[in-house]
């Protein structure tokens, strides 16, 4: 009930496409659903993060989908860029506590 | 700089060696969480301080890891008679936890290769 289930595991788009990522996730007590980006030998950076109570949260040119009942959330990048290449990371938890991590997402842009 | 710092930023040492990682979390920050993240994978949770005291502790930490904050500030994780299997990035977090939530902040992490 604790896991948190990210696709794809890799994904290449080209330079202006609209890389999407999927997360889902089982624990109905998770209320915080962050996305992480990381870059090769650094910390993971918070991008953007939704609570339950909206369907969608824009944040410059990201983006995240909330679905509740089929318990997914998506992250959207658009007009992507070669410097948004990196992993990403989805999580969940509750009230941002001890965070579970999906597998990440590893993403080339292409220029 | 005021993210959160973590030292050293790269150990190698052979199997049955003890390690310690020093992670400094943004100064007004209460809570601090440790995580450990292997080749390829996302970070997994280990364990979690409000101020000095230890709120949680993951099943994942065995018996020869120990996490300390002894005065609410820095936190010290220790690795025991170090093993194969304990070749991984470990992570350091704060978050300022108020009202029920409190955005984590990540360190760059501490890669250990145990030979």
């Known amino acids: 009930q604790q896991q948190v289930k990210q696709s794809p595991q890799s994904l290449i788009v080209q330079k202006g496409g609209i890389p999407i990522i999927n997360c889902a996730y089982e624990?109905?007590?998770?209320?915080?659903f962050p996305w992480y980006q990381q870059f090769p030998g650094k910390g993971p950076a918070l991008l953007i993060a939704i609570r339950p109570d909206v369907s969608e949260k824009k944040e410059g040119r990201f983006t995240i989908s909330f679905n509740k009942s089929a318990k997914q959330f998506s992250l959207h990048i658009m007009d992507s860029q070669p410097g948004d290449s990196a992993t990403y990371f989805c999580a969940a938890g509750q009230g941002a506590q001890k965070l579970v991590f999906g597998q990440g997402t590893r993403l080339t842009i292409n220029p | 700089d005021t993210g959160v710092s973590q030292d050293p930023r790269h150990k190698i040492t052979k199997r049955g060696q003890n390690v310690t990682f020093r992670c400094d979390p943004i100064s007004e920050h209460n809570r601090l969480y440790w995580y450990r993240q292997t080749l390829g994978q996302g970070p997994e949770f280990l364990t979690y301080f409000q101020n000095e005291a230890q709120l949680e502790k993951s099943r994942l930490l065995s018996d020869r890891f120990s996490a300390e904050r002894p005065k609410g500030s820095f936190s010290t994780l220790e690795i025991q008679r170090t093993e194969q299997g304990d070749s991984a990035m470990y992570l350091c977090a704060s978050s300022l936890f108020q009202g029920g939530t409190g955005e984590l902040f990540f360190g760059e992490g501490s890669r250990l290769t145990v030979l």
């Open positions: 624990n109905t007590a998770f209320d915080y």
